[in-house]
């Protein structure tokens, strides 16, 4: 018998470098003592979250909450979007969060407490934000691929760097292992030429350090890269990161955590909903921190696409 004014809680034990298993019995006390009806699960593996979550919106709880970083919150995205609801395109199901990550970027994006104590609380919370997503489709050896991602997608040095820390994090875990990866991937890498064409607009090559498809504002760990980005405004921010040196790089880089990045002269920003990219090199994707995958990628925005609590 499905219950409709049930929560189901997916965790990731793994997430916040590993604490969130220690920090879970303190949460749990808190909800009780909240008086939250709820269920829990823990995830085994990664990519769990997902058939988790599509499982969980199938049994029609009405609150699903990600309990994780911003890899958890995509995986449990990515289940209730690809959920089998007889009232599509409607969301019957609200997302919550309890940010127990390091990153926590859509959190920040959101402008939910990042603190879980806080989190616990705000689930009671009947405000609802319809936040767009966007659908990440591509091919892999031949065979058609998609994934949805709610925070931020980008191609260029970031998804190296992301693709560096989850090699680092096999053996070295927390802010160590991301400064690490930016040191590795900043030594090694060369910008690159991308195509890149936004909704109707002209197709163009440019060589650059990185481009970000930005839905919310934050990003990397708490830098404000798309400071005008809105999680509801049906647009994403395309930042184009153009051909910059490494001096200066590093000089402007401080700039990124204020968001007035965006003035430099080869910064642009753009606003759009379909996104093409390409390249003669190789381009990796990232979408919420975690690699997606290598080729040609389009990018299509899903406006209004979860109820989030707000
Ligand atoms: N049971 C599990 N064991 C190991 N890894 C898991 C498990 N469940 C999920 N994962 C993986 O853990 C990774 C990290 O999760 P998540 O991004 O939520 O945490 P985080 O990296 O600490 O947070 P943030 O991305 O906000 O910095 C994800 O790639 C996810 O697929």
Partial sequence: MPNSLKTKLIINPAAGSGTTARRWPHIK?????????????????????????????????QNVVAVGGDGTINEVINGLLTAALPIKPLMPVDLGVIN??????????????RNPDRACHHLLSRQRLKVDAGLIEWKENGEAKSRYFI?????????????????????????????????ATLFGYK????????????????????????NGSYFGGGMKVAPDAE???QLFDVLTIGDIGKVELIQAFPRVYRGTHITHPKVSVE??????????????LQADGEIIGEGAFRLSLVPGALNVII
């Fill in 100 to 113: 127990t990550g390091t990153g926590s970027d859509f959190v920040r994006s959101l402008g939910i407490p």
């Fill in 231 to 233: 999680l509801g405004d």
């Fill in 151 to 183: 925070n931020a997608a980008g191609v260029g040095f970031d998804a190296e760097t992301t693709s560096a820390k989850a090699k680092i994090s096999r053996l070295l875990r927390g802010p160590v292992s991301y400064i690490l990866s930016v040191g």
């Fill in 29 to 61: 006390r808190q909800l009780d003592e909240l008086g939250i009806n709820y269920e829990f699960i823990f995830t085994e593996a990664p990519g769990h979250a997902i058939a988790l979550a599509k499982e969980a919106a199938e049994a029609r709880f």
């Fill in 271 to 284: 606003r759009a909903a379909v996104i093409t990219l390409s390249s003669t090199e190789r381009l990796l």
């Fill in 191 to 214: 910008n690159r030429p991308v195509k890149i064409k936004c909704d109707e607009r002209q197709e163009n090559i440019h060589r650059v350090l990185s481009i970000i498809i930005a």
